[in-house]
């Protein structure tokens, strides 16, 4: 059974940091593209930022120059270091992978959540 669980959301004043984590469990073969998303309340989740297995990274344009994205292949695990928060940050921070298991089958990942809000 593969998994993805998030961790390091937490409350932050404006212009603060954060670490987010998104660690990949199970019987795993192979990971691909990870991604980053976000979900305010009473808004659709939105793409926050995506690396790809050989390190290439993309991010949304309200959060580059901002958000660093990163992974560790031999953690399985991705990071989402965070820096200026702004209140408008604030959202259920989500992770997704494309994930291919023991079993060869390759199928795309959520991770439960972890709620960030920047606040003073």
């Known amino acids: 059974q593969v998994q993805l669980v998030e961790s390091g959301g937490g409350l932050v004043q404006p212009g603060g940091s954060l670490r987010l984590s998104c660690a990949a469990s199970?019987?795993?073969?192979?990971?691909?593209?990870m991604e980053w998303y976000r979900q305010a309340p009473g808004k659709q989740r939105e793409f926050v930022a995506r690396i790809t297995s050989g390190g290439f990274t993309n991010y949304d344009n309200s959060v580059k120059g901002r958000f660093t994205i990163s992974r560790d292949n031999a953690k399985n695990t991705m990071y989402l270091q965070m820096t200026s928060l702004k209140p408008e940050d604030t959202a259920g921070y989500y992770c997704?992978?494309?994930?291919?298991?023991?079993?060869?089958?390759?199928?795309?990942?959520w991770g439960q959540g972890t709620q960030v809000t920047v606040s003073s």
């Open positions: 199970g019987s795993i073969r192979a990971i691909g593209a």
């Open positions: 997704n992978a494309e994930i291919q298991d023991s079993s060869w089958s390759l199928n795309n990942y």
